[in-house]
């Protein structure tokens, strides 16, 4: 117990005996999870396990049952909405890749820089040095800089995803929350993003969500497997994919 | 940061259309002024006051189209801020009458005789004076909206449920102010003025006047709204329009930016109202219809939502159209016709007159640089410069 104790004031992101219901669903089942500053955790799970929900309880987009939430160790998120959990530094890339489609990938990356979000600050903006420099620099990342100019609806799947990755790291969170990030990249794009993943890790905190098995394995991470809302197995890839009630669960039983 | 807010609004697009505005605005009275009575160049004074009420119309709609086109916002009851405008404008002209009033009564308006008040209810005081009125014009619906958006935006009212309550609350001041004792002069509303600043409201030089100055009004508010759409604030607004919960994550207060860009859209449809009530010289209820707003929003989405320019061009071309049509002998079909016009629009020219112009436009211009630059590419390598890959 005493061991725990220190593991929650040492962690970026702790969760603690989270439930979650919808209408007797209970899509979250006493959930308890802690990710060190600057760790990369592999999430894995059926469909249905809860991973999404997961993701909106940190968030803020949906409110727990009971459970303890904390970031940083000492913030309870549970108690905050998704605007100040953002600005507290808990970045998210959603499931279907989501990119201001209207707007250049220029000016997405633009409105994703952690600069002043007020009503003010954007009405009297104007662009600094170090922020083009900053757009520039995860332009180069995420291999978009011939296509600054291009709407982002107009981008391929692949790179959308990307964009909304180069958006996170616009953002510059403590915490980034990738929500299946290679779902629809071909073999090449898959492993390209997994080097970008590892790349950020380098001073980002990173929690992925992941379907793909070659992609979870190429980032040789802790990996948590989901089931039924709760954890089930924690460990290496190895270890994980080797435990027989993981196997059970991915193949039915 | 004025120079710097100028060059980025001002773009070709918007440098046509605000001189186009000016000139109509100086040329329209100064033909009906100078040149002589009956001749062709004289625009008769029914047509100022007509056109004038077009302007107005027409910074109704860049009002409508600065929220919905941009924001996402659909708000189908801006007719109420338009007429809490006019309300305000025409509670001015009414306690101008003074005296000059069917019963002679130099403090009350002749609806509070007919109705033996004695005395004149707390909210009339003040509109004796004009900078009153004036404040009250941009404050009254800049406060209504400031306080239906506060509570909608933060309880994350959005899309059809917002437009039906907006309907709920225009279709409710529809219904107070046509009573009685609510103190606007019910049914009738407000009418009979006399002058304005001193002015004869029914003189020509005021007509004309109140023309100039509605389209002055009609330029500041086009450039008031090209600032903040061309601001980073604009692109937010996009944003919020396109993916409201993804702009939350990256951390934007969005209801803080609804209620700004609502507020301020209000005010400007208050202005709107304020300038249309002396040239048409009547305020009524009717002005509260729920039809009213709806039809505001036709405009909009006929000139090309999103555009600006296509709000306030979307505004003329159908009121000039309503007009033409009502005044034959089809006027008893012009609301078959307006919804025609809608179901054409909406089928033919989803994007509206502008928007369908500009997606036609631009591709042309932009194929039309492109083999500008492929020619100087070419004639580059030619002279041994290698030209950068232009990759994917």
């Known amino acids: 117990m005493n061991v725990m104790d220190t593991r929650a004031t040492s962690a970026m992101l702790y969760l603690d005996g989270v439930h979650v219901s919808f209408d007797g669903f209970h899509a979250i089942n006493n959930l308890s999870l802690a990710l060190e500053p600057g760790e990369m955790r592999a999430i894995i799970g059926p469909n249905g396990a809860g991973k999404t929900t997961m993701m909106d309880i940190i968030t803020g987009k949906t409110k727990p049952d009971e459970g303890t939430v904390l970031f940083d160790g000492s913030v309870d998120l549970t108690r905050l909405d998704e605007t100040r959990i953002a600005e507290l530094g808990i970045g998210r890339k959603f499931q279907k890749p989501t990119v201001f489609e209207s707007q250049t990938v220029q000016d997405n990356l633009l409105l994703a820089l952690n600069v002043d979000h007020s009503v003010r600050g954007t009405l009297f903006w104007r662009g600094s040095k170090g922020e083009s420099e900053r757009i520039d620099k995860v332009l180069e990342t995420i291999r978009l800089t011939d296509a600054r100019n291009r709407l982002a609806g107009s981008l391929s799947h692949g790179q959308k995803q990307w964009l909304e990755i180069g958006m996170l790291l616009a953002q510059d969170p403590k915490v980034l929350l990738v929500d299946e990030p290679v779902a629809g990249m071909t073999d090449v794009e898959t492993h390209l993003t997994a080097e970008l993943l590892k790349q950020i890790n380098k001073n980002h905190t990173i929690m992925v969500v992941e379907h793909d098995m070659t992609f979870v394995r190429e980032l040789g991470v802790k990996v948590t497997c989901l089931h039924e809302g709760s954890v089930l197995a924690e460990g290496s890839i190895d270890q994980v994919s080797s435990n027989e009630r993981v196997v059970e669960v991915y193949l039915g039983r | 940061m004025t120079p710097h807010i100028l060059t980025r609004s001002l773009d070709r697009a918007a440098t046509t259309f605000i001189l186009i505005v000016a000139g109509l605005g100086v040329l329209i009275p100064l033909s009906n002024l ?288 309503k007009t033409f049509f009502t005044s034959g002998p089809l006027a008893p079909y012009w609301l078959f016709m307006l919804g025609a016009l809608f179901i054409l629009v909406t089928l033919l020219l989803p994007k509206g007159i502008v928007g369908t112009f500009n997606a036609w436009w631009e591709p042309w211009k932009a194929r039309r640089s492109a083999g500008i630059a492929a020619d100087e590419e070419s004639a580059a390598r030619e002279d041994g410069i290698g030209a950068p890959n232009p990759a994917e």
């Open chain 2, 34 to 321: 100078l040149m002589p009575q009956g001749s062709m160049f004289q625009v008769p004074t029914y047509l100022v006051a007509l056109w004038g009420k077009y302007v107005c119309y027409a910074i109704l709609a860049l009002s409508i189209d600065l929220i919905w086109g941009y924001c996402g916002i659909l708000s189908l009851g801006h007719g109420a801020f338009f007429a809490l405008g006019g309300y305000a404008m025409g509670m001015y002209l009414m306690r101008q009458i003074g005296s000059r009033g069917v019963y002679g009564n130099p403090v009350l308006p002749d609806f509070m005789v007919f109705l033996n008040w004695d005395k004149l209810p707390w909210y009339w005081y003040g509109f004796d004076k004009f900078w009153f009125a004036a404040l009250m014009v941009l404050l009254v619906p800049g406060l209504l909206a400031f306080c239906f958006g506060w509570l909608a935006f933060r309880s994350r009212v959005t899309g059809v449920y917002l437009s039906i309550i907006t309907q709920a609350m225009t279709y409710a001041l529809l219904l107070g102010f046509f009573r009685n004792d609510f103190g606007f002069g019910g049914n009738n509303g407000l009418t009979d003025f006399k002058d304005i600043l001193g002015f004869n409201v029914q003189a020509d030089g005021t007509r004309c006047a109140l023309f100039l100055l509605s389209c002055l009004a009609l330029v500041i508010a086009f450039l008031i709204c090209r600032a903040v759409v061309t601001s980073k604030l604009g692109k937010v607004l996009i944003a919020i329009r396109d993916a409201e919960s993804r702009t939350r994550f990256l951390g934007y207060r969005v209801e803080t930016y609804k209620l700004f860009v609502f507020t301020l859209s209000a005010c400007m449809a208050g202005v709107a109202g304020a300038l249309y009530v002396p040239q048409v010289g009547i305020i009524n209820p009717s002005e509260f219809a729920p039809a009213n707003s709806i039809e505001a929003v036709i405009w909009v989405a006929v000139g090309g939502r999103g555009t600006l320019v296509g709000a306030a061009l979307g505004a003329v071309v159908v009121n000039y159209a």
